[in-house]
């Protein structure tokens, strides 16, 4: 059965644990000049988006490249999918060319029309609602800090907007069992029915208002942007709305001793956070953003069986 990633729930423990460890072994090969394995056989992958990326698109697109493959590029724009095609033809079309779909737009629910007639794994590259693939590389960069300690004994803080980062963060630690204190000002909360069903799985996860009280004792502090790509129009509302809800310095104080601080980037320094905490010892925002190449090649390793 063709296996798609959609949403963080998509995998299990055991699933996480052999990607993680195949990233760790990936890394550590392509930090030696190991960069190239045969694994895809010269058979393509897509990419889609509807939605400007940076890392995403250039870590699937050295992913796919390093693994044997080859990586197609499609601005939603330019494809037929903006001119109405309906999803579940686009997805049998793409099927017969490539071997993957990595696919970043707006509604969780096109990812699934797409899924439901797909004979290849779709791969969520962020919605509105998720953004598992960072999420996959955020625990990933994690683990590392953690030096052997257990992930579920862990206190995760998230501090801002409750949106797709932390609504993907939520479903991690319903995956997991760690901890997760998170602070949204109010009408800013995550998706009621993903914080409902994560809390009937981990009772530790938490929807405070008071940043310092998210982050008392966390060992990682999370935020995101203000106003995330679907939201720009909402931007003047939104930085009125979140005052008080920075990651500085005195923020980062309360946390638990050595407690790093992530952001899935891009940032807006001085608004969601400061310059200090982004440019600090503690922040490891530049090997999230390195981690999104290790942890998806193991994915699509994963994913995509061998020939
Ligand atoms: N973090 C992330 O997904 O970045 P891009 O929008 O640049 O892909
Ligand atoms: N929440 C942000 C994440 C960007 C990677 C957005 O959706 O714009």
């Known amino acids: 059965m063709t296996k798609h990633y959609i949403t963080f729930r998509d995998l299990s423990v055991d699933e996480y644990d052999h990607i993680f460890a195949r990233a760790k072994k990936l890394k550590a090969e392509r930090l030696r000049g190991q960069h190239l394995r045969p694994h895809l056989g010269g058979r393509s992958v897509a990419l889609v ?30 494809s037929q999918i903006s001119r109405g095609e309906p999803p579940s033809h686009t997805a049998r079309v793409l099927s ?105 799985d981990n009772p530790r996860v938490r929807l405070v208002r008071s940043p310092a009280e998210a982050v008392a004792g966390a060992g990682a ?21 979140f005052r008080g809800y920075q990651v500085d310095s005195a923020l980062m104080a309360r946390a638990a001793p050595g407690a790093i601080f992530m952001h899935c980037l891009p940032a807006h320094p001085g608004e969601e956070v400061t310059d200090e905490v982004l440019e600090s010892p503690a922040s490891v925002i530049f090997d999230e953003a390195e981690n999104r190449l290790h942890a998806q090649k193991a994915l699509l390793e994963y994913l995509i069986p061998p020939l």
């Open 49 to 78: 988006f509807a939605k400007p990326s940076t890392r995403t698109r250039v870590s699937f697109d050295c992913a796919i490249s390093e693994l044997g493959g080859n990586c197609v590029l499609i601005n939603l724009a330019d």
């Open 96 to 200: 017969r060319y490539v071997s993957g779909l990595v696919y970043r737009t707006y509604q969780e629910s096109e990812l699934r029309e797409l899924a439901a007639s797909a004979t290849i794994p779709v791969v969520n590259a962020l919605t509105n609602q998720q953004h598992p693939c960072q999420v996959l590389a955020d625990l990933f960069t994690f683990v590392e800090n953690l030096d052997g300690r257990p992930l579920e004994k862990q206190l995760v803080a998230w501090v801002g907007d409750g949106h797709n980062m932390a609504n993907t963060w939520i479903e991690a630690a319903a995956v997991f069992g760690f901890g997760l204190n998170l602070a949204c000002p109010e009408g800013h909360d995550p998706d009621p029915a993903i914080l409902k069903r994560a809390q009937a």
């Open 221 to 241: 502090v999370n935020t995101d942007v203000f106003a995330s790509m679907d939201q720009t129009h909402e931007r003047d509302k939104r930085m009125l709305d």
